[in-house]
């Protein structure tokens, strides 16, 4: 073990978690765990006998915002970019200028998405409610009459509905 270990305050042997606690309470596999300490986002710091890895628990909180900026759509790449940027900067106005201007970019790209996917999920559930009357359909005619149904011709009718019922 490591003489610094012992010394870390709110973080005794005890407390540590192996691999797979980190998995599941990270909500992650231990295949992306893994990863993550390979590629250095985050760091084991005991190896038990037998080299079970053994992390901090504050390294879970790592890998949790890891995994957020990850299904935020930030690469790995942007992410240890991120992580590195500060200590790559001469001064601390330079690190938050840097800073400042990668999250703006970010926050304005996540907007952007954001609305996207607002957009879709509406689509998706005006969609859903139009299923729900089309499911009591009897029309001999199925699918083709589809194509004319006053369900899918109405204004208002979403694209969703337009490329995924009518075609």
Known sequence: M????????????EEWL????????????????RFYEAEGLITAEQREDGS???FPPEQ???LQIISDLRDSGLSLQEIKHLMALKSGCANAKQAASEMTATLCA????????MATMQR???ELGSMLEMLR????CTHPEFPKHCNNCELVERPGVERT????WKN
């Open 2 to 13: 490591d003489a610094n270990q012992g010394d870390r305050p709110g973080s005794s042997p």
């Open 18 to 33: 192996s691999t797979g606690d980190m998995a599941r309470l990270g909500e992650t596999t231990l295949r992306t765990v």
């Open 52 to 54: 079970q890895r053994k």
């Open 60 to 62: 879970l909180k790592r």
């Open 106 to 113: 970010r926050m304005t790209e996540l907007e952007r998405r």
């Open 120 to 122: 879709v999920r509406s």
């Open 133 to 136: 009357t089309c499911g009591e």
């Open 161 to 164: 509905t337009q490329l995924l």
